[in-house]
């Protein structure tokens, strides 16, 4: 496959917003793709700033075969910081289709991960890999998620819910040179990066 460019990550919530007026409705959007860019360039803590997400978030996240649940800071941040330290933030996304509305927004897309092959196989020896990885090699798992996130009256996250078709993944092994690494992401992602609007006071 061709290597993907980082910067589709966004393309849906920016080809919205072109289309929507809603002030609250905007707000998502621009937390949501902020929210994007932060992950994948692993600058997950600041996806907890006062005006993206709420005190206490909660995740129910469905994947791996696994459904479970993430209440609170601690538990979120938690899993965030594990994504960070196995080096699994850099993902792109293609064909998202999406959804705003003043109750959040829902979104499906396939979800392109990269893991490098010495990644893929420590995580495999500890049981958590999902495949028998080469360490010398690299990797795109391809899976399809739809998500549904809440957000308050001040477009502030609540929380994620994430469901992977798990029948779907599809562990695609591709040539070094079509390997999206972290520092690449950040170079694409970072400069894409804005300070949220201030929502009208009502």
Request: net charge negative.
């Amino acid at each position: 496959m061709t290597k993907l460019e980082p910067t589709i990550l966004t393309r849906a919530a920016d080809e919205l917003l072109l289309k929507t007026d809603n002030p609250l409705h905007r707000q998502i959007l621009e937390n949501y793709r902020r929210h994007a860019i932060l992950e994948v360039t692993g600058n997950w803590e600041e996806i907890f700033a006062p005006d993206m997400t709420v005190e206490h978030p909660v995740y129910y996240m469905n994947m791996r075969g696994k459904s479970f649940t993430l209440d609170g800071f601690d538990e979120v941040s938690a899993f965030y910081d594990g994504l960070a330290d196995t080096d699994r933030t850099v993902m792109i996304l293609e064909d998202e289709q999406l959804a705003v509305a003043d109750w959040g927004f829902a979104s499906e897309a396939v979800f392109n991960i990269y893991i490098s092959g010495s990644t893929a196989a420590a995580q495999f020896a500890r049981g958590e890999g999902g495949f028998d990885a080469d360490p010398e090699k690299f990797y795109i798992s391809r899976e399809r998620h739809c998500m549904h996130w809440p957000y308050d009256e001040r477009g502030r996250m609540i929380g994620e819910h994430v469901y992977v078709h798990d029948a779907a993944t599809n562990v695609i092994e591709i040539p070094e040179a079509e390997f999206v690494t972290l520092e690449e992401a950040r170079a694409k992602l970072l400069p894409l990066l804005r300070p949220l609007p201030k929502l009208p006071t009502l």
